[in-house]
Every structure is written in C-alpha cells, then in structure tokens.
C-alpha cells in the first residue's frame, strides 16, 4: 500500500521505518525542513536501535520520500497515519492544535482531489488525545470540509500506539495488544491488511474505548512507577534491602499482575506518563470526579526527584565536581522532554555543584522541536558539560550519579558511584 505518515518523530518516524520494512510505500510528512533534509540524507531524527538499518534501506529502495507539504500525495494513498504532538496545554490538558491543523489540511486535500479517489481513505490518528475528541473535534472538521460527501472521501479510525523508547522497533512488530477505533466498533480492513503480519490480539471498538486505552495505560504506568519509589522511598528510610522487597512482590503474578514499572528507581519521565497524567486529571476536574490517587502521582514524582537529588548531593561540599552517566530519561534514547535527569542536573547546577554529563547517545546539534526546547529551557549549557566516554571515565570526580543503564557501558572502576536507577 502507499501511506503517508504525518508527524515524523518518534511514533511517525518508527512506524514509517517499520512500514517500509513490511514492503509498504511510505511519504513521511514533516513541517521541519531540517528533518526533512537530514531524512532524505538517510540519517535519522532521533537515536532509536535499528531505525538507520531501516531508514537507508528504504532509501536504497525508492520506497520512502520525506516532505514538508503533503500536495497532491494523498490522491492515490491508501491509509494517512497522524502521528503529531498532543503536548501538555496550560491547563494539564493536551493541546490539540496540531492535531487541528493536519485533520484541516487533509480534509482540504481530500476535497481537492475528490474526483481521483475511487474509495475513502483510511485516516488512522496515532497520537493520544481524550476521549470524545474524533466525534467532537475531527469528524466535525472532515464533516464541515467534505459536506456530504465526507463518508465517501474518508474512514476515520483511532489506533494507540504502545512503542516503549529504546524498543520501539521490537515493539512495532510485537506489540502487547492492537487497537482499532471506528464509529461502529467493528474495524477496517484496510488497517486488517496494515497489521496482517503482526500476532498480537486484536481490538475493534468504538472511538471513545479506543481513546480510553491509551489514557490508562499509561497512567497506570505512572501508578506502579509512583507506587514502587513510594514503598522504595519507605524502604530506604528504614534500610530495608529494596531488590529483596521487589523480588518478593514481582514474583506473585497471580495477584501482582506485571513486573514492568514496578522496581524502585528513578521518577517516570518521558512524553508520554506526565503528559497524560496531567490530561486525565484535567479530565477528571472536567466530570467532577474524585482521583485522589491520579491526583497524587505528580507530585509523588516530584517528591522522588527530591529525593534522589538529596541522595546524590548528600555528603558533598558546594563546588565539587560531579559527573551523572544517563541524561535521557532512557538508556539509548535521545529524549530529553521531562527527563527527571535533566531535573537533577539543573538542581545540582543551582546548588553550586560543578556537574559534568556522560550520555553517547545526546547530540547537541541533532536535538530538534520540543525535544531541544526542554533541555534549551533547563540546561542552556548542554554542549559545554557533556563528556566524551575517555573523559567521563579517567576523569576525576567526586562522586558519580548512575541515572540510567548508559552506565551499562561505562568502565567506572575508581569511582565513587552513587546508583538512582534502583533504590
């Protein structure tokens, strides 16, 4: 099939690759000329294990273009997948703007082109958003655009992604579960012959069940996370061995259900749990109703980066050197937005400490959209503190701050090392 992909970050960008892979034809569309320019020059936008394989195959191929205007490529396109941002509004809402945006230039393309097309197109939103938004947000767009044609020219369909950074390739092509919203519940062919290669049980549902999912899974991600370095926190004060305690809990799963998320260690970050956390509590003030544990679970999280920062300053003078191995909220990763280790080294830079920063897989120059704007805001220094690896491990430091599993790879015999990724 042709399909084009809208949004080329980490879900757009991830799912074009693996489209590819799967022998699909792929137009990736990106407002970034920068991105654009750097894709078609077959290096990727982001650090993820696999993508490069991926991305110069493709190119290899012809079977993948990159673009900053859609034109006329959705005329002869079988399925558009929406991958655009749905960042944090004021509120803790998400901001729906770009999500507005590219439902309105579809729609006008569409019209445009409504002579060409010989049956609708399938467009699949991959980005989370509340429920209700395609009946009171999108398909009023598509419905005011199109006219009565609309049903003829367009099949709206919501599919949540479940792609864990560091993984997400592996995750693509083995995800625990596919959900397909449609008004009616009883799914798309068209995304049957999308998923055809990939086991994994399938979900046809409504539009609002589909939009649900996303929204409590991951906020149940954050609720074990929270959870764990609350009974870790309890744990510490007590000098009770915390892995015993985890490898007690982890083993019941009858009644525990899951090992993920749930070992005492560094607070959750990433685009996805604060972001939604905050959406459903704004949810949940919307309704009326009572979420006291919701409620809880950022400022739980900001508690634990409170703690962490005092177990990593504790003992020390101000001005001593510190070096922290892990950046990126994740291992492998490049993604800075709301990682609590960009949170640490701001709070040890404004206690007075000298803070040094090993991380292979964050460079400066490549660091694009909301990505570099959270570190830019946090740590406008970034270049200046970043260590090479001969640098982080000869160097001399006073004590060294293992935030993730970056420290995996890191030879750091002689150092005084403090580990927060387990508690």
């Not at 049957?192 to 609002?208: G, K, L, S, W």
């Not at 015999?413 to 580990?419: E, F, L, S």
Request: hydrophobic share 45%; proline share 4%.
């Amino acid at each position: 099939m042709k399909i084009v992909v809208f949004g080329l970050g980490y879900v757009g960008f991830t799912q074009a690759c693996c489209l590819i892979s799967q022998g699909h034809q792929v137009v990736g569309v990106d407002l970034s000329g920068d991105k654009v320019a750097k894709i078609m020059g077959g290096e990727p936008p982001i650090v993820e294990p696999g993508l490069q394989e991926m991305l110069l195959h493709g190119l290899r191929e012809g079977r993948l273009r990159a673009v900053t205007d859609v034109a006329d490529e959705l005329s002869d396109c079988d399925i558009a997948v929406v991958c655009v941002g749905t960042p944090s509004a004021v509120d803790g809402s998400h901001d729906m703007r770009y999500i507005a945006n590219v439902t309105q230039d579809i729609a006008e393309n569409l019209a445009r082109t409504a002579d060409t097309r010989e049956r609708p197109l399938a467009v699949v939103f991959r980005s989370t958003f509340r429920p209700g938004t395609i009946e009171e947000l999108i398909q009023p767009i598509f419905d005011t655009v199109l006219g009565a044609a609309c049903a003829e020219l367009v099949e709206v369909l919501y599919n949540p992604e479940f792609l864990r950074e560091a993984t997400a390739v592996a995750d693509y092509f083995s995800p625990p579960k596919i959900v397909v919203g449609s008004r009616d519940g009883q799914g798309s062919a068209l995304m049957a012959a999308m998923y055809t290669d990939i086991e994994a049980p399938f979900f046809n549902v409504p539009f609002r069940v589909a939009e649900a999912t996303k929204f409590i899974d991951n906020t149940w991600h954050a609720v074990k996370v929270a959870f764990a370095n609350e009974v870790g926190r309890i744990c510490l004060g007590m000098d009770i061995d915390t892995d015993k305690v985890h490898e007690i809990f982890v083993s019941d799963t009858k009644l525990n259900i899951s090992a993920h998320y749930l070992r005492p260690g560094g607070p959750f970050g990433g685009s996805c749990l604060p972001k939604d956390v905050r959406a459903l509590q704004r949810i949940a003030a919307d309704k009326g109703v009572s979420t006291q544990l919701i409620d809880s679970l950022l400022r739980s999280n900001d508690a634990h980066k409170h703690c962490m920062f005092e177990r990593a300053s504790a003992e020390l003078q101000r001005g001593e050197c510190v070096l922290l191995v892990g950046l990126a909220f994740k291992a492998e990763t490049d993604d800075l937005r709301e990682s609590p280790n960009v949170d640490l080294a701001r709070m040890m830079l404004d206690h007075g400490f000298e803070v040094s920063i090993y991380d292979p897989a964050i460079e400066p120059a490549m660091l694009q959209g909301a990505n570099l704007g959270y570190v830019s805001a946090r740590l406008g220094q970034l270049d200046k503190l970043l260590l090479t690896r001969e640098a982080a491990e000869q160097g001399t430091f006073s004590r060294t701050i293992v935030c993730n599993a970056t420290a995996n790879s890191l030879d750091l015999a002689g150092h005084r090392v403090v580990t927060l990724s387990s508690i």
